[in-house]
């Protein structure tokens, strides 16, 4: 079982930085791919990013590309998403999530364990 707690989200305007964090429970936290999805109002939730256990593979939604960057610190049991030049459609409740072992799954239905979410609102 992994607990998961987002933190860090807030009011940002477009073209600045924001960076999140996700604490998580447990001795297990290595061991899990780590992820960071998104709900806006009336959509589905969406993927973000996703990184592997050892923090070595990857993989981010080509509308964040270039822009986010997702890291975690296995010794702290954290992991984290900088957001840099967010845009106005970046705004959604930020959820981070937790799957077993190394995959490269990016569909919400494949992650077992969920952050409450953390708003962020990007200004124009």
């Known amino acids: 079982q992994v607990q998961l707690v987002e933190s860090g989200g807030g009011l940002v305007q477009a073209g600045g930085s924001l960076r999140l964090s996700c604490g998580a429970s447990?001795?297990?936290?290595?061991?899990?791919?780590m992820a960071w999805f998104r709900q806006s109002p009336g959509k589905e939730r969406e993927f973000v990013a996703r990184i592997s256990m050892g923090g070595g593979s990857t993989t981010y939604a080509d509308s964040v590309k270039g822009r986010f960057t997702i890291s975690r610190d296995n010794a702290k049991n954290t992991m984290t998403l900088q957001i840099n030049s967010p845009k106005p459609e970046d705004t959604a409740v930020y959820y981070c999530?937790?799957?077993?072992?190394?995959?490269?799954?990016?569909?919400?239905?494949?992650?077992?364990?969920w952050g409450q979410g953390t708003q962020v609102t990007v200004s124009s």
């Open positions: 447990g001795r297990t936290f290595t061991y899990h791919t």
């Open positions: 999530a937790a799957k077993p072992g190394n995959t490269r799954a990016t569909r919400v239905e494949e992650y077992d364990y």
